[in-house]
């Protein structure tokens, strides 16, 4: 048996509003539109119909960036749609022109750390009906209801400062925003997501909670505020809160595999093995190199188990998703060693 080494690896912080966040399975997407942003991310996703099922059928998937105009892509047959070529950037995808269903947009946060390779985000979006023949409402960002346009303008340009790789910079840009309105959740969810970059955890997990302060039934704040916990190595207090976001949020792929995470911390190891099962399998294909922790946690569970085979399987995974990691020799030689009995 070899001892818990946990490698700062890097994880993909996904922000999206709390609806409709989810892992698809499926990696590939049929329709994928390069936006010509020269990024190496994409966002991609499945629509659902409100009763859960894949939507057959064309629908037209706006993505919208708050400096770069607008991209659009149309579902295929099975309800899926993908964006790639993104940057680092906050972006809004928008179902709007659909005569049957209520308008849907939702923001997700793209952040991918330097040296880092390009991510994959993943959307669920499950459509609801349209009440009676109401005209069609235009869709507008509830987040930025109420926010005043100089607090918009101030949070517009720490997004471009935080897009073109300077975080300092927009953090000052957005405690502008915030001085100038103080309930700005997302301001302050944001710019934790810039004090993260820096390292700064426990700047980062206080602007989490005041996000959480001003509107407590955010999602992105609090599953931020669980991982820059668990950053912090504070598993018993993460451990209830991302009870919480998978609480509110059960296909939330990154709650599970850091309550799978935090539970292994704490020596749970039965219900660490289920969660970080569950994460794996909520995150598929796009999520294995982020998650790829997870592999090296069940294999130390699987050890304590008396589980060699499933042991060793967890190991090759591991090593295929991390060749390069400091200990990876160490692995190898305990992987022959399990092979050889």
Known sequence: MFSIIRDRSTWVFVFATAIGLAASASAQMINSTDVGLGGANSITGTVLTPAGVRLEGRVTVRLTTMTKGDRVAVTDDSGNFGFRGLTNGDYLITIDKEKNYEPYSQNVNVFQMRGTPGQNFMLSIRLKPKAGVAPKPGVVNAQFVGVPETALAFYKKATELAGSGDPKGAIAQFELAIADYPKFSLAYNDMGVQYLKLNDLGRADDAFKSALNIDSTSFPPLLNHGMALYEMKLYAKAEPVLRE?????????????????????????????????TGLTLGGEPMAIPMK????LLA???????DKKRQAAELETYLKLAPNTPDAEQIRKVLAKLKGQ
């Open 245 to 277: 976001v998978i609480k509110a949020q059960e296909g939330s792929a990154a709650g599970h595999f850091f309550l799978g995470q935090t539970l292994a911390y704490l020596g749970n190891f039965p219900e660490a093995q289920k969660e970080l099962t």
């Open 293 to 296: 922790e997870a592999h090296r």
């Open 300 to 306: 130390i569970i699987y050890s304590t188990q008396g």
